[in-house]
């Protein structure tokens, strides 16, 4: 292709990169309405299943007493915690073990704002929202450690009776409930991250921007190192970082073993830009 060619080539992907920012800007309105309208009814339903399978038939006695509640809430998620470890490791799916590391964080912040809050004699009552934050974190963590099984053992007569005779069923009927418990908690954390990943959509990336990132898709596709190392290097590390990352928000560029790669959708607006700029030759 000619010099005229790719620099036609590079503005018509240039101009394919804004619509696609606009398009997702769109789309961030959406979910930043979408995750205000879901949030109080995803923290009530979080709470309400995860307090029920937690304390059971007794949900009402332990409720009505502060200090019994906060003991039980404790006591309960670390009863998780072992379900965790116990469970097989993952072969499949998503689930990351190291998440359950990852939850003991707010579980010990939980012991440590009751402690602060004057337990075991008392309870104050600055200690609810942040405590009740605190647990539906430390269950959203370890949903993304937890892995279903095939098959559960719920004991005699398809879990209607104990099986006195193993444990086994009494640790599936735990691992099953946490996987209720959890689905709600990770629902509502992922909506709030995917928000948090679209805050970069307030501020539109400027021209210069567009550039860096049309230049790197570009040298990318050509795997022609030279030209990306000049692409992250004479724009300078500020611009040529900005240019990268916009690329990340984008889902344009895909961690590999082998180094970041251009993904499906970016390859697609090269080829779209370079149809467009043969068209228009």
């Known amino acids: 292709m000619t010099a005229n060619g790719s620099d036609e080539t590079a503005r018509r992907l240039r101009a394919l990169l804004g619509d696609l920012i606009r398009s997702r800007r769109a789309d961030g309105v959406i979910l930043a309405v979408l995750t205000a309208l879901i949030t109080p009814l995803l923290l009530v339903a979080s709470i309400l299943i995860a307090t029920l399978l937690a304390f059971g038939g007794r949900t009402l006695e332990i409720v009505a007493n502060g200090r019994a509640a906060v003991w039980a809430t404790l006591f309960s998620l670390g009863v998780m915690f072992g379900v965790a470890l116990y469970a097989p490791v993952p072969r499949w799916g998503t689930a990351d073990r190291r998440f359950i590391l990852w939850a003991l964080l707010p579980w010990v912040a939980m012991a440590a ?72 908690p990770m629902l509502l954390l992922g909506a709030w991250a995917d928000l948090m990943g679209s805050v970069w959509l307030l501020h539109p990336p400027e021209d210069a921007d567009l550039a860096g990132a049309t230049e790197l898709m570009l040298a990318m596709d050509l795997r022609d190192r030279a030209a990306i190392r000049d692409a992250l290097t004479l724009r300078g590390a500020r611009d040529s970082g900005r240019a990268a990352r916009l690329l990340g928000h984008l889902g344009l560029i895909e961690r590999h073993r082998d180094g970041p790669l251009l993904s499906a959708r970016a390859l697609d607006l090269i080829a779209s830009a370079r149809d467009e700029a043969l068209r228009g030759a």
């Open 113 to 184: 704002l009751v402690w602060g809050a004057g337990w075991p004699t008392r309870t104050a009552g600055w200690l609810w929202p942040p405590f009740v934050a605190l647990g539906l974190l430390t269950l959203a963590l370890l949903g993304r450690a937890y892995e279903p099984r095939e098959d559960y053992y719920l004991g005699w007569f398809g879990g209607y009776m104990d099986d006195p005779f193993t444990l086994r069923d009494d640790v599936d009927r735990l691992h099953a409930r946490l996987g209720f418990m959890v689905v709600l």
